[in-house]
């Protein structure tokens, strides 16, 4: 509806009461669902990662799906507040779930250019056709970085580098 036509709340209301709808749980879903979101997180790019990956190594079938892990053996990453290298030895450990959807959860480590090492968990789901995001923790020590600590960010994952040995991750700030 254009705004000139649109019911505000309160005409809503009145409109419920002279039906005697006023204590309705579904005019209060129309209501509520019409009204403006407030407090709604904006995001803004925090940096980007370009991990280097080998080929999964499949641990096999359990009882919950397949497991496989995709070592992590180096790479780089930059934004607006840092930027450094991707330490070798991590991993990003999958689960095939009998539904088709997989679960993984990266754990690796970046070392900034001022030599700060911070610790990266992050989880996500890929399903089939979905775009695939993830939630990030981050462990950064006191300092420059420490805002790391103290936000909660969301993540993409861009697979399609895999086959030439790297995957790009993008990290987004909540507001």
């Known amino acids: 509806m254009s705004d000139g036509k649109r019911l505000s709340r309160r005409h809503l209301m009145c409109a419920a009461t002279a ?104 989880r996500g789901l890929i399903a089939s056709g979905a775009a695939v995001r993830t939630a990030p923790e981050f462990e950064a020590p006191a300092g420059p970085h420490d805002w790391l600590n103290k936000s909660l960010f969301v993540g993409t994952l861009d697979g399609s580098g895999a086959a030439q040995g790297y995957v790009v991750l993008r990290f987004f700030q909540l507001t």
């Open 19 to 122: 039906m005697g709808l006023a204590g309705s749980s579904a005019v209060t879903a129309v209501a509520a669902a019409d009204a403006p979101a407030t407090g709604a997180p904006g995001m803004k790019f925090a940096f980007e990662v370009r991990a280097l990956i080998t080929a999964a190594v499949v641990v096999g079938q359990s009882a919950y799906g397949l497991r496989r892990l995709i070592p992590i053996t180096g790479g780089s990453f930059s934004g607006p507040r840092l930027k450094g290298v991707v330490v070798p030895g991590g991993g990003d450990y999958q689960l095939v779930r009998p539904d088709g959807v997989t679960t993984v959860e990266a754990r690796y480590t970046l070392k900034t250019d001022d030599g700060a090492l911070i610790y990266v968990n992050n």
